[in-house]
């Protein structure tokens, strides 16, 4: 019986001083979300098994380029959500954020270095007196900056 007590105590202890189980955390977007999650399984996890161990089924599957993350993107309740963080073949659980485009303007008979500026390729009319170009700009542009432009006058004379 002496013998076996030993046993059992540091059998018991264990788990105490085992180390826990670090959650996957959320990654919380700043601002509007859709109320979904992007799930992102970590390298070599099959995703057909991973659905089918976890019963979790997504909205939306995707695979990134070479096949090197692979991931699902639903709307989970807290239960599954807080399952998944639980999960060793998850590597990350982010929050699906909303996000919009700016708003385009386009500016006519502007000048070649203002055409140039917005143009990602080479402009046919390289005629830099010519005013028949077009700047395309985001209307928020510039918001908010102030520029100071500061001059010296040179003159010859002196």
């Known amino acids: ?18 180390a826990p189980r670090s959650l996957v955390p959320v990654e919380k977007f700043d601002g509007e979300t859709s109320g979904r999650h992007i799930v992102t399984l970590k390298p070599g996890v099959d995703r057909s098994s991973f659905v089918f161990a976890t019963n979790i089924v997504p909205t939306h599957n995707w695979t990134v380029i070479n096949g090197f993350a692979v991931g699902h993107k639903g709307k989970f309740t807290e239960e599954q959500i807080n399952m998944l963080r639980t999960s060793s ?11 919009q485009a700016s708003v385009v303007t386009t500016q006519t008979n502007s ?10 390729s080479k402009l046919a009319n390289q005629n830099p007196s010519a005013l028949n170009f077009q700047f395309i700009y985001e209307t928020t542009a510039g918001a908010g900056v102030d520029i100071y432009v500061l001059g010296v006058l040179i ?4």
């Open 89 to 99: 073949d998850v590597e990350s659980i982010s929050e699906d954020g909303m996000v």
């Open 111 to 120: 000048t070649w270095g203002l055409a140039r500026l917005s143009s990602a």
């Open 155 to 158: 003159s010859s004379p002196h």
């Open 1 to 18: 019986m002496h013998l076996y007590s030993p046993v059992i105590a540091l059998a018991f202890l264990v788990p105490v001083f085992a």
